[in-house]
């Protein structure tokens, strides 16, 4: 299996344990990823102005060249995967912004938004298997983990398509799968405070510190996610329990974490 990836620029700085262990766990699952060649910043955060085109163009510029490639992009940070999807979908659904796009940046050969934008888990669940990955685990993960997803995987649901927002699985299938006891929280699908974390810090942890007092009312020994920002806000601004990103369980499971 081939796809294209894209990184993004935390995973190259603070987040690169959640990219070395994600390449680790794909090349022992078969899965080989390569990574786009002159890739971009998506971007950070996805603007909901109509009229914004500047801050995506680096974005469709990604997508046009895993077009060109594959056919698939695969991303792993949260807030990567919530831009690149939902750029992809604006190309494809609102002709204004497709016509903006393409007269400034592909005129010659035109994106109209044929990239299937996958997140790294998707393609565990769905192309690898659940029970295929539990085959190849050599060092079972014995702890309970409470999965918290953050914002940006499951919303806006009908363009993320990812799992049902308000009642999600599929991180909790990923432990058992991995030998982890998966501890449900009801706060797993709420906001960490984002980027509230710059400008009212108390806001962040105030958000933060109920998402971690669930996962210690409900047993969690510690707390794993596939987004930057949130992994920041709950260790800087709570900082009760380990919070490591799924692909550092996945390396270490499998046998191949450094």
């Not at 910043?41 to 594959?70: F, H, M, P, Q």
């Not at 398509?161 to 006891?181: R, S, W």
């Not at 047993?219 to 992994?231: E, F, H, R, S, V």
Request: aromatic share 8%; net charge negative.
């Amino acid at each position: 299996m081939k796809y294209d990836y894209y990184p993004g620029c935390t995973l190259k700085t603070k987040a690169k344990e959640l990219d070395r262990c994600l390449r680790a766990s794909a090349e022992a699952l078969g899965i080989q990823l390569e990574e786009l060649p002159e890739w971009q910043c998506c971007g950070g955060v996805y603007t909901t102005a109509r009229d914004e085109i500047a801050t995506k163009l680096s974005a469709v510029r990604a997508l046009s060249a895993a077009r060109d490639s594959t056919g698939t992009l695969v991303t792993v940070c949260a807030g990567c995967h919530n831009v690149l999807k939902r750029v992809n979908d604006d190309v494809k659904n609102d002709d204004y912004f497709n016509q903006r796009v393409n007269n400034y940046l592909l005129p010659e050969k035109p994106y109209l938004g044929e990239t299937r934008v996958v997140h790294f888990l998707e393609l565990l669940r769905d192309e690898v298997g659940f029970d295929e990955i539990k085959k190849r685990v050599v060092n079972p993960i014995g702890k309970k983990i409470a999965p918290y997803y953050g914002c940006l995987l499951l919303r806006p649901s009908s363009v993320m398509a990812f799992d049902d927002p308000e009642n999600p699985t599929v991180l909790e299938k990923f432990v058992e799968c991995i030998g982890g006891t998966p501890v449900v929280s009801p706060m797993r699908n709420e906001c960490c405070g984002a980027y509230t974390t710059v400008s009212d810090p108390s806001a962040a942890a105030e958000y933060s510190g109920k998402i971690v007092d669930s996962c210690v009312k409900n047993g969690a020994n510690l707390i794993i996610t596939a987004c930057p920002l949130c992994q920041y806000n709950l260790v800087k601004r709570d900082g009760r329990l380990p919070v490591v990103y799924f692909t550092e369980l996945l390396a270490e499971a499998l046998g191949v974490k450094e």
